[in-house]
């Protein structure tokens, strides 16, 4: 159980680190590979962890879409500044 639980954390930070790399590749990577380990890690964790985070998530959606959040992101709106850009 601690193994799966340290997946899932580490899954978790690896997307929100990738989301803030600026190089398309490297970012992809990041993401892809904590989007494995969080899958891997939340199929490990027992139930009493998995419907609290389930429902975490639920509520993110739901609130999410009251503001805009999700729709913009899909749509593109909602850009990041990246340290690279000013380089460019």
Do not use: H
Request: aromatic share 6%; with cysteine; glycine share 12%.
């Amino acid at each position: 159980m601690l193994a799966e639980t340290i997946f899932l954390a580490i899954g978790i930070f690896l997307i929100g680190v990738g989301y803030l790399i600026c190089e398309q590749v490297y970012a992809i990577v990041v993401v892809l590979s904590g989007i494995m380990l969080t899958v891997w890690g939340f199929a490990g964790v027992p139930m009493t962890v998995q419907i609290p985070i389930e429902l975490g998530a639920i509520l993110a959606i739901k609130n999410s879409t009251k503001l805009g959040g999700i729709s913009r992101i899909v749509r593109g709106k909602m850009r990041r500044e990246c340290c690279c850009d000013s380089q460019r």
